[in-house]
């Protein structure tokens, strides 16, 4: 039981260039999130999934798209990378709850990718 | 702008001592408050969570005390160690009609000094 991973670990890119980051979670379940980290701002959701084939916007959608063809899978992408997007990335995934138990609450998270956009 | 305000930005504590994490908030829908711990290179862990209709929650040396009518709510750690020296953050979340959306405080790095 591997919980959530995140491919790559780190990534240089140019502005202009593209990317797709990967989250994979073997937990089944049906909610899955984006989020990027910065200095002094927290954790802001980027986009987040509550199941396969559906995406909604968080915070700070713009400049990414996401897709959840499979459940267990959640693809960030940057079709245009700009230096604002320098950040740590957090994938995170929970259950579908039914607000009657903590647990099912609870996000597990994945170890981040660091993205540097020059 | 920020939903969930949390204070201090950073805090260092001797050795044994206790560490207090304030955190504030405004929308009266969040109905489920986590806290969560992250140590350098890894993603956020979940240490402790509270729903707004207990106004404590103890577990071992972690304690989450909520004040509804202030919307207010912190952690406090007993008997730190420096073991517990990482970045700390609030959270709040509420149901949307779309699933849930948790909102993340700014964090708190704590150092606990041998």
């Known amino acids: 039981n591997a919980g959530v991973t995140q491919t790559p670990k780190f990534r240089v890119l140019k502005t202009g260039q593209s990317m797709t980051l990967l989250c994979a979670q073997d937990?089944?379940?049906?909610?899955m999130y984006w989020y990027r980290q910065d200095p002094g701002m927290g954790l802001r959701l980027i986009h987040y999934s509550v199941g396969e084939g559906t995406t909604a916007k968080g915070e700070v959608p713009d400049g990414y798209n996401v897709s959840r063809l499979k459940k267990q899978n959640f693809l960030l992408g940057l079709e245009s990378a700009a230096p604002s997007q320098t950040s740590v990335y957090f994938c995170?995934?929970?259950?579908?709850?039914?607000?009657?138990?903590?647990?099912?609450?609870?996000?597990?998270f994945g170890p981040g990718t660091r993205l540097t956009v020059l | 702008q920020q939903q969930v305000k949390q204070s201090p930005q950073s805090l260092i504590v001797q050795k044994g001592g206790i560490s207090i994490i304030n955190c504030a908030y405004e929308n009266t829908a969040f109905d489920y408050f986590p806290w969560y711990q992250q140590f350098p290179g890894k993603g956020p862990a979940l240490l402790i969570a509270i729903r707004p209709d207990v106004s404590e929650k103890k577990e071992g040396r972690f304690t989450i005390s909520f004040n509804k009518s202030a919307k207010q709510f912190s952690l406090h750690i007993m008997d730190s160690q420096p073991g517990d020296s990482a970045t700390y953050f609030c959270a709040a979340s509420m149901v949307w009609n779309t699933g849930n959306q948790f909102y993340f405080g700014t964090g708190t790095s704590l150092t606990v000094i041998p």
């Open positions: 937990m089944n379940h049906e909610y």
């Open positions: 995170a995934s929970s259950y579908s709850t039914t607000r009657a138990e903590s647990s099912t609450d609870t996000q597990y």
